[in-house]
């Protein structure tokens, strides 16, 4: 059981209900208390119940961020295709302008969070797949527990109208006990049966890929990223918990997250980020061109050695660090990266990798750098605005969330957002995998085919479909 002390919240509740009635509109009060570590599946599972489909779970690769939320208190959604980005942050800037903030830890704990995505492409024709994501959507979490350099906080968010009164802190302290009294060490249930898997049109995704490297040989494009859906369907409702809970034992070296909505759930392990900024500084990830790993220390060793060597899958990571450089430079004063890629290894298959680092320069905001940065080489194609016209026109996925930014910022502008591949949307007892392929000139129908199928499992394993 965890003790808090909760004067600042019932102050900060009676100040922001008198704050909301001179500015006639809702006023947030977040409040962060350090506690003792929690399993953070323990916290997210202790939501189940009453927070199904208002939950999300964030782990990076390093295991030292974990940020967990249950509830929402506020959503900030849109489908509107342009200037998507500057209109969250607008958003999120107007939301927590008037907040009212309770953060005596300063930099050591996020303070108010929120957290989601954009959809990949929003000019892409919406299907029924997706239905419960807005191009747009990110949740302000009601409780949300982070743990940040070792220290371990819960926050506390309440939205407060001029109508509210003394009652909302009793329930809001009343809810928040149930949920850390409920909280046991998780202990994952019985696996689900695979009962059917189907690849969704693999002639028609191959005769595609194909026509795309006809194209690529008389035209201005030098690559598109085609990407495909398998669909799993399982014996009973898939256990978010679970899926996790075995994501963290495969895929520890990560960006590790789920993202709920409306009862479906985005799930994945991407080893790939988009963009981290903390202060002036700033991270991204150039990712692009892979192969299996080996079944002994020998063949992987050889297979990562050809990786290195291979000039297809060079000129492809070429194409990614070209791009990423000149947007970085763009919003940056200082941009580190070295002369040559080095080996990403994942549990089932590694990838050509590219470090950058950078200072920014006064107004880059994250969204910004987001926006510059999206979507990459190694998930849209080149040029880019061709690219992305190409997969809208001859794609049959509706991408939906799979390849696009997902991740969170804090009410300081700091955050993080991954690439979200190595995912899959869970559907009640059914699941869509995702995956894709850099198509380009020299580019083989079979193999990318084959190299998607490579991809989806991280994923198929973690839901219990696939065993190594």
Known sequence: MVTIQDTELKEGIQEAIERAKALSKPVL????????????????????????????????????????????????????????????EKEWKRFINNSIIFNPYDKNATGPVMFGGFSFDPLKKKTKLWSKYSDSLFHVPTYMYSEMNGQAFLTTNVVCT??????????????RGMIM????????????????????????????????????????????????????????????ERVLWNLMEMQRESFIFAFESNGDCFIG????????????????????????????????????DALLHDQKNLTEHQYVVDMIKEAMEESCSEVELPDEPQLMKM???????????????????????????????????????????????????DRGFYAAPLGWMDFRGNGEYA?????G???????????????????????EYQETKIKFRPMLTALGGYEK
């Open 29 to 88: 009060v977040s409040e962060v208390q350090k506690i003792n570590h929690i399993d953070p599946l323990s916290f997210y599972a202790a939501g189940k119940s009453r927070f199904f489909g208002e939950r999300f779970f964030w782990k990076d690769p390093s295991g030292e961020t974990y940020i967990i939320g249950l509830g929402i208190c506020k959503q900030i959604q849109s489908d509107q295709s342009t200037g998507r980005f500057n209109h969250v």
């Open 162 to 175: 001029q109508h509210d009164g003394d009652s909302l802190f009793e329930k809001i302290v009343a809810e």
């Open 181 to 240: 009294a409920s909280i046991s060490d998780y202990h994952p249930e019985n696996a689900n049966t695979l009962q059917e898997e189907a690849d969704i049109n693999p002639e028609k995704w191959m005769e595609t890929v194909d026509s795309v490297v006809d194209e690529l040989k008389s035209g201005s494009l030098k690559k598109v990223v085609l990407a495909r859906e398998s669909r799993l369907i399982y014996d009973k409702p898939i256990g978010i």
């Open 269 to 304: 392990a991407s080893p790939e980020r988009l963009i981290k900024k903390y202060g002036e500084n700033v991270f991204t990830t150039c990712l692009a061109g892979s192969i299996p790993r080996g079944k002994t220390a020998e063949d992987d060793h050889i297979l990562g």
């Open 347 to 397: 549990r089932d298959i590694q990838h050509l990798y590219t470090p950058v680092i950078g200072k920014t320069k006064g107004d880059a905001s994250l969204l910004a750098l987001v926006d510059r940065l999206h979507p990459t080489p190694a998930l849209g194609g080149l040029p880019k605005r061709e690219a992305v016209e190409k997969i809208r026109e001859v794609e049959e996925l």
């Open 419 to 423: 690439v979200a591949i190595r995912s």
């Open 425 to 447: 949307l869970i559907q009640g007892n059914e699941a869509s995998l995702f995956a894709g392929c850099g198509v380009v000139q020299d580019s083989n129908a079979e193999s």
